[in-house]
């Protein structure tokens, strides 16, 4: 099992900025890679930005391409999310991304693991 933990959370007004921390712990190796992904109460879960441990790529979606940044020390993944927006108000989990999976880094049934998850709040 991999167990995944976030911290980092909070609120901030817009156009301030935050870090998101992901420890992986646990059977690491069953792992190619960490996503951070958002919910909002009724709608779903959606991809933020994502980071493959094999070759260090990146991933992001459109609405943070600029803002927000991933990267990896070890098993320690970080968000760094900044000029946030009111719109980037939601839970963020971060998750771990399957070995011999045949989606891709965007695709959620990709990712086996999943963080319990931590609140960013923006306000105006």
């Known amino acids: 099992q991999v167990q995944l933990g976030e911290s980092g959370g909070g609120m901030v007004q817009a156009g301030g900025s935050l870090r998101l921390s992901c420890s992986a712990s646990?059977?690491?190796?069953?792992?190619?890679?960490v996503g951070w992904w958002r919910q909002v109460p009724g709608k779903e879960r959606e991809f933020v930005a994502a980071?493959?441990?094999?070759?260090?790529a990146t991933y992001y979606a459109d609405s943070v391409k600029g803002r927000f940044s991933i990267s990896r020390d070890n098993t320690m993944v970080v968000l760094q999310m900044n000029s946030l927006k009111l719109d980037d108000t939601a839970v963020y989990y971060c998750?771990?991304?399957?070995?011999?999976?045949?989606?891709?880094?965007?695709?959620?049934?990709?990712?086996?693991?999943w963080g319990q998850g931590t609140q960013v709040t923006v306000s105006s």
């Open positions: 980071i493959s441990w094999m070759t260090g």
């Open positions: 998750s771990g991304r399957r070995k011999f999976t045949g989606g891709d880094f965007y695709t959620k049934s990709s990712y086996g693991w």
């Open positions: 646990g059977r690491t190796s069953n792992i190619n890679g």
